[in-house]
């Protein structure tokens, strides 16, 4: 009997890194997305080894980052383009209660492989700073774009509206926020987020930046990227005056005051538990592949692999990504 013929639901990094994985096992498959965006598309792409106000290392980074790289690395040698932009993070600090805390946990062993070194002297008008090593940014659009192009030249890509009844047991929901939005999952803690697209002459492309409550991420040619509001209410992807506001002031204390926004992008996180991603099958009949939240170029191809070994081998996911434990929590 031939394999079956999955059908992706929806072409974010879920969906493309899915794609890929079974690509590669000659897996057959047909990709369906709508088209019109999504958070994926106007994500920053950024990779932060250790973030947050407790200056915590990314959920299983040591096992995520390294397959993500390789990953990314060999797509770009598929699609004879360059994606994956390794930059040490600049992590800043504005009161002393901030830097005291980030010395603190500095000197625990799972923080301090990522720290490159400490600044005695941290730019003006900041308490104290910190180098780490292991950060980087996905051109996320680029992955998509690129990735969509190669798919529909070999008739695996589709553009159509995804149905939210559509639960047949061929089926790999990667339909992010939308999924979410249904219900499907229960109780979700979906995000909007703004982010500015900015242009600044002399501005310090060598790193990023993270701090006054947000990041500023170098994508090239004098451009960046600078984010992110926070919003649990209005979950649309329609910018607001407020999030332009919001993210120039964050532009404004890591880079400096003169810039140009020539784009202000809006999308909604999937996420159901901080970003930590769920996969498997649902009881409904469908599978599913979630929860990446904000930390989608860090996690998806690993677990993306993970859930292809699962739909083609029967090798189940360990049980910190497996949908059923999740369910059954929240329950």
């Known amino acids: 009997m031939p394999p079956p013929a999955w059908t992706i639901l929806g072409q974010g990094l879920a969906g493309t890194c899915l794609a890929w994985r079974l690509l590669e096992r000659g897996t057959p498959f047909t990709i369906i997305d709508r088209g019109s965006g999504g958070s994926s598309r106007v994500a920053a792409g950024l990779v932060n080894p ?8 990314s959920w299983r980074i040591a096992e995520f980052l390294p397959e993500a790289i390789a990953f ?27 830097w005291r805390k980030i010395r603190h946990k500095a000197g625990q ?6 720290i490159d070194e400490a600044l005695a002297d941290p730019p003006g008008g900041w308490t104290g700073a910190v180098v780490l090593g292991g ?57 909007k987020g703004e982010i500015l697209t900015l242009r600044a002459t002399g501005w310090d492309e060598s790193m990023i930046r993270v701090g006054a409550g947000g990041w500023l991420v170098p994508i090239g040619n004098g451009c960046f990227k600078a984010g992110s509001t926070y919003e649990w209410q209005t979950l649309d992807e329609s910018p607001t005056a407020e999030g332009r506001a919001k993210v120039a002031t964050i532009a404004t204390r890591l880079g400096g005051a003169d810039f140009e926004i020539f784009a202000h992008d809006a999308g909604v996180r999937p996420i159901v538990r901080r970003s930590q991603p769920l996969i498997g099958p649902h009881p409904e009949g469908c599978w599913i592949f979630n929860g990446l939240g904000s930390k989608g170029s860090l996690y998806a191809p690993g677990v993306a692999r993970r859930l292809a070994d699962w739909l083609v081998d029967g090798i189940e996911a360990d049980p910190s990504l497996d949908l059923r434990n999740f369910r059954m929590i929240a329950s």
């Open 135 to 191: 950060g980087g940014r996905l051109d996320t659009r680029a992955f998509l774009d690129r990735s969509r192009a190669h798919f529909e030249s070999v008739g695996l890509y589709r553009q159509d509206e995804i149905s939210l009844d559509d639960t047949n047991r061929e089926l790999v929901r990667c339909d992010g926020a939308a999924g979410l939005l249904s219900g499907r999952l229960g109780t979700h803690r979906c995000a």
């Open 109 to 114: 062993p799972e923080v301090a492989r990522w």
């Open 72 to 98: 990314y690395r060999d797509i770009e040698r598929i699609l004879g383009t360059s994606l994956w932009h390794p930059l040490p993070v600049l992590r800043l600090a504005q009161t002393g209660d901030e």
């Open 50 to 57: 250790v973030t947050g106000r407790q200056f915590e290392p």
